[in-house]
């Protein structure tokens, strides 16, 4: 193969090994706010549930007024008894505490649906709280391998910077600047490998004297459709099996 072109494809593999870097990078933030976006989720079901729990004790205690309301009433209705000099007045008096004391019944049944209301309502918010906390210890877990990612990242684009660095002071400036070139035009692709008689990257069939071209891979040559520089990568051994045609 030419030196060249050797040295184009290392540097080409280089370029994509970083840029997949850097593409993995500007990823991250993306994940660190569905981490954000998962707590506060959960968070926002602890408060929604403490909500409700805290509208239920509203109600309750509201309930509980009025019993007291209702039992207030009756005091005052079991000291009129005394009182009361008539049978049609003591008809109305007994009418009175039925009355209260049916209100008052109704009323504490309410209280004990409440209760139980709550019961549950407070289950659901243990539930909720122990969720969100295993969410937080799980999203710090995975935010510090986020971080350890990220350091790991930096220090490989370091890496490869060097050895790119490296790899094009071997090559010459003029074939360094058009592999830039059409590494800024061809979305970071500027060398491709020849599939068939096909163009690795912009899947363009090409011509067949083009192609025994770049078979040989003694010379710089381009695609015709997009002007990567085109290589064709090496044929594997032939299968041992296949080639004896002994049976599998």
Known sequence: MLPALASLIALQELDTAAEAARKRLSDL??????????????????????????????????????????????ARFDEHKAAVKTNQEFTALLHEIETARTEKDGIESEIIALLETEDQVTSEITAAEADLATQRTE???????????????????????????TQAADIDRTLVARYEQLLKQRRMVAVAPLSGDICGACHVRLRPAVTQQV???????TCDNCKRILFAPPTPPPDPVEATGAPA
């Open 139 to 165: 999203i710090d877990a995975a935010r510090a391998s986020l971080q350890a990612e990220r350091e790991a990242l930096g220090a490989e684009l370091a890496r490869l910077g060097d050895l790119r660095a």
């Open 29 to 74: 933030p993306g994940v660190e706010q569905q981490f954000d976006a998962q707590l506060a989720e959960a968070t926002a079901a602890v408060d929604r549930i403490n909500a409700t729990l805290s509208q239920h004790q509203l109600a309750r205690r509201d309930l509980e007024k009025r019993v007291a309301v209702a039992e207030t009433r009756l």
């Open 215 to 221: 078979r040989r891979n003694t010379e710089i040559i």
